[in-house]
């Protein structure tokens, strides 16, 4: 159906294609403002105020460990929920206004480059509310995003993420250089604020409630797929993470995730100490490869995918960074010329987007329906841990080896990436989890009856 809800005058999500990607691209355009800052733009300040590989490393963990606790909280989203605002909606706004409240706390941090504790457990406290909107916003994509939507859908979100990380970045970097830190965070803070008027104005299914104090009432649909227990929970996800395709998934998540993190946290340490530029102009260039990336991955990232299928797309684009990162390393002569290493970054962010499109729609597609923020966001916590393990391995690297041998690691670990891939199955998966849920529907029925 792609009509408008004619219970009263809010869309709903269920219905509606358009207001679906609308949407998304607003909660993960909220997202990226979010992740660009913390992940890049204050990494690349540290840089250019002199702190060192471990101390940047540090910060980037504490950045990543949140996300690592996502498992924690799903299956709170798929128990407990207000039902007549939603299945996953209540925990979306939930997270959106607790990311803005912890951007402007983590604003008034003082002197956060002398006080790292305190600034680390900041970013500490962003990050644990990102991951609960992040947690919740994919259960609900899980939710209402149809299969033959799907690697559109994760084109658009992909790159309105990165849109808004290239955004965070360009004037995050360009307040931190010319305003204060303080200006910055808030910045972000409020841009995230005005996305989270989408989800406000935004219905799940048709009939919900806009607010707890409005007109409207649980939809059968949502009633059908919410867990009514715990054990039902646990006895899922035991069901679905033990077929051999989740694992090979969760694999492939915690090795790609891995390596981007460890990347692009090097990239800007990169940038300043060799190639000599300042961490506004890195962000800068930064801002405008997510910006290309971004704009790219809406209009034909998630159609090559559908067009040309997931695993051969992904393929192609593990097998280009490969070839761009080797010839990186091993053209040394220009890690000082301007252009090429802007050049570099350019290809390196679109690449990359387009495979992240592809490796997320991947964990969708093979996602339960009936615990929908559970196994994926499980997929994506074993993600987070990967991007935690990758920032631990900046320092110990970098201290003890060449820029060289640093860039063929991250060569390493999407080559392992790459053949981690060719053993999963999605077919197989799909049939599993589908045998699966109708198993455990008749066990549900079965128990009334009694």
Not at 74 to 91: E, H, I, N, V
Not at 158 to 180: H, K, P
Not at 247 to 264: D, K, P, Q, R, V
């Amino acid at each position: 159906m792609n009509q408008t809800s004619n219970h009263g005058s809010f869309p709903s999500l269920a219905e509606n294609g358009f207001w679906r990607y609308f949407n998304f691209i607003a909660l993960y355009f909220a997202e990226g403002l979010n992740m660009g800052m913390l992940f890049v733009g204050l990494p690349a300040w540290m840089a250019m105020k002199g702190k060192t590989p471990g101390e940047i490393g540090g910060f980037a963990f504490a950045c990543a460990l949140p996300w690592t606790f996502k498992f924690v909280v799903a299956p709170l989203m798929d128990r407990y929920t207000y039902l007549p605002m939603g299945r996953k909606r209540p925990w979306v706004l939930f997270g959106q206004i607790g990311l803005v409240a912890s951007l402007v706390a983590m604003a008034y941090v003082p002197d956060p480059l002398n006080n790292l504790q305190l600034f680390m457990a900041a970013a500490f406290g962003v990050s644990a509310f990102g991951a609960i909107q992040d947690a919740a916003t994919d259960g609900m994509a899980v939710d209402v995003i149809p299969e033959d939507e799907q690697a559109r859908a994760n084109g658009f979100m992909g790159g309105a993420r990165m849109i808004g990380s290239s955004l965070a970045l360009a004037l995050g970097s360009w307040m931190l250089s010319t305003y204060s830190f303080t200006a910055a965070m808030l910045a972000v803070a409020a841009m995230i604020g005005f996305m989270t008027l989408v989800p406000i104005w935004l219905r799940e299914q048709p009939g919900e409630k806009i607010a707890p104090w409005t007109v409207g009432t649980t939809s059968p649909a949502a009633k059908k797929l919410q867990a009514t227990n715990w054990l039902a929970i646990l006895q899922s996800l035991l069901n679905v993470f033990r077929l051999k395709n989740s694992l090979i998934i969760s694999l492939l998540l915690f090795i790609t995730m891995g390596a981007y993190n460890y990347f692009e946290t090097l990239l800007p340490l990169f940038a300043v100490k060799i190639s000599g530029w300042t961490n506004v102009f890195y962000g800068q260039a930064f801002a405008t490869a997510d910006l290309i990336g971004g704009i790219g991955g809406m209009l034909i990232g998630g159609y090559l995918i559908e067009r040309f299928g997931k695993k051969r797309m992904i393929s192609v684009y593990f097998a280009l960074i490969i070839l761009m990162v080797i010839a990186l390393s091993v053209l040394k002569i220009y890690w000082s010329n301007t252009p090429f290493i802007y050049g570099f970054i350019i290809g390196y962010r679109w690449l990359n987007a387009f495979a992240k499109i592809g490796v997320y729609a991947i964990a969708m597609q093979c996602s339960s329906k009936k615990i929908s923020a559970s196994h994926f966001t499980f997929y994506m916590t074993i993600g987070a841990f990967g991007s935690m393990v990758g920032a631990t391995l900046i320092g110990p690297i970098k201290d003890n080896f060449s820029w060289e041998i640093t860039f063929f690691s991250f060569v390493g670990m999407i080559a392992l990436a790459w053949l981690t891939m060719h053993f999963l199955n999605i077919d197989k998966q799909i049939e599993q989890l589908a045998e699966l849920e109708d198993k455990e529907s008749e066990k549900q029925v079965a128990q009334l009856v009694r």
